[in-house]
Antibody
Framework: QVQLQESGPGLVKPSETVSLTCTIS????????WGWIRQPPGKGLEWIGY???????HYNPSLKSRITISVDGSKNQFSLKLSDVTAADTAVYYC????????WGRGTLVTVSS | DIVMTQFPDSLAVSLGERATINCRSS????????????LAWFQQKPGQPPHLLIS???TRESGVPDRFSGSGSGTDFTLSISSLQAEDVAVYYC?????????FGQGTKLEIK
C-alpha cells in the first residue's frame, strides 16, 4: 500500500523560498503522476501542480512563476519549491498521487511569518 | 480555468436520511475518447487530509461504503449518501481533473440535523 509523507521547514520568512519533499513508500515513483495541493487554514483546496517521469510538469498559472516540482528517483521522492513567499502562502501542503488524488500525505503546515 | 461550483454550501440531514450534494463545472469534463467524466469527490474530516470517495464521476473507491454514490456527466454531478451515519459528518469537495489547472469546488459542509 503506497504511503506519502511530506517534510518541510514549518516556518519561513516572507520573500524566502520554501522547499518541501514528499517521500513515497510502498511503491515506485515511476508510472504515476505526483502532485501538490495546498489548503490555507479554514479554507478550500488549491491545486499547485504535478510531475510525471521527471520531465513532464504542469503548474497552476496562478503560481507558475514561483514554483518548481522535481523528482529524485533514486530516493523515491519528489519536491516542491515555492519562491518569494508571502503570508498568502501559509497553508497545509499535501502531496498526492494521480490526477484524481487517490493517495494523500498527511500534510505539512507551512507558516510564512517574520 | 474550469470553475467548479458546489451547492448547497452547507447541509443538515437527519441520521438515516439521504444527503445530496451537487457540483457543476463551467465547462464539460467529459472525455469523448474515454466516455468518462473526469470528476472526483472527496470527504475531509477535521485535522485530516481529504479522502477520495469517487473517481470518474461514479466509480467508488475500494473500501468506501456503498451508501456513497456518484452520478452525472458532462457538467452536472451529484454525490449521494443514501442513509446518513454520524461518521459522515465532514466537508465534501468535488474536483475536475479534465484540464489543468485542476480545480476544486468550494466545499459543502455536511452536518447532522
Amino acid at each position: 500500500q503506497v504511503q506519502l509523507q511530506e517534510s518541510g521547514p514549518g516556518l519561513v520568512k516572507p520573500s524566502e523560498t520554501v522547499s518541501l519533499t514528499c517521500t513515497i513508500s510502498g511503491g515506485p515513483i515511476s508510472d504515476y503522476y505526483w502532485g501538490w495541493i495546498r489548503q490555507p487554514p479554514g479554507k478550500g483546496l488549491e491545486w499547485i501542480g504535478y510531475i510525471f517521469l521527471s520531465d513532464t510538469t504542469h503548474y497552476n498559472p496562478s503560481l507558475k512563476s514561483r514554483i518548481t516540482i522535481s523528482v529524485d528517483g533514486s530516493k523515491n521522492q519528489f519536491s516542491l519549491k515555492l519562491s518569494d513567499v508571502t503570508a498568502a502562502d501559509t497553508a497545509v501542503y499535501y502531496c498526492t498521487r494521480r490526477g484524481y488524488n487517490d493517495v494523500w500525505g498527511r500534510g505539512t503546515l507551512v507558516t510564512v511569518s517574520s | 480555468d474550469i470553475v467548479m461550483t458546489q451547492f448547497p454550501d452547507s447541509l443538515a440531514v437527519s441520521l438515516g436520511e439521504r444527503a445530496t450534494i451537487n457540483c457543476r463545472s463551467s465547462q464539460t469534463v467529459l472525455s469523448r475518447s474515454l466516455n468518462k467524466s473526469h470528476l472526483a469527490w472527496f470527504q475531509q474530516k477535521p485535522g485530516q487530509p481529504p479522502h477520495l470517495l469517487i473517481s470518474w464521476a461514479s466509480t467508488r473507491e475500494s473500501g468506501v461504503p456503498d451508501r456513497f454514490s456518484g452520478s452525472g456527466s458532462g457538467t452536472d454531478f451529484t454525490l449521494s449518501i443514501s442513509s446518513l451515519q454520524a461518521e459522515d459528518v465532514a466537508v465534501y469537495y468535488c474536483q475536475q481533473y479534465y484540464s489543468t489547472p485542476y480545480t476544486f469546488g468550494q466545499g459543502t459542509k455536511l452536518e447532522i440535523k
